[in-house]
């Protein structure tokens, strides 16, 4: 699966921990690897009529917000599950 990283998830990473950076990269490695974002099994799918859909990928106390597109996924965002939901 190709994913695309916005400019705004990669300075959320780069606000993490070491521990929680590697985490995660790890966890986006991991989803490049798989074919679908069914197949990753801590992925769900965000309610809302937003086009196109977001999705949620847990890892620990972290969220990673996944907007999928047609032919890619885009990571939209990185932060703590008490941030993750809120308006910005």
Known sequence: MIVEVSTSAD??????TEDARVTVLGELKRLQKTASLGSMGNI????GKKRPAMYRLSIDTYRI??????THVVIRSVSHRKDAYKKK
């Open 11 to 16: 300075k959320d990473i780069e606000k993490l």
């Open 44 to 47: 769900i799918k965000m309610k």
């Open 65 to 70: 917000m996944i907007e999928k597109m047609d």
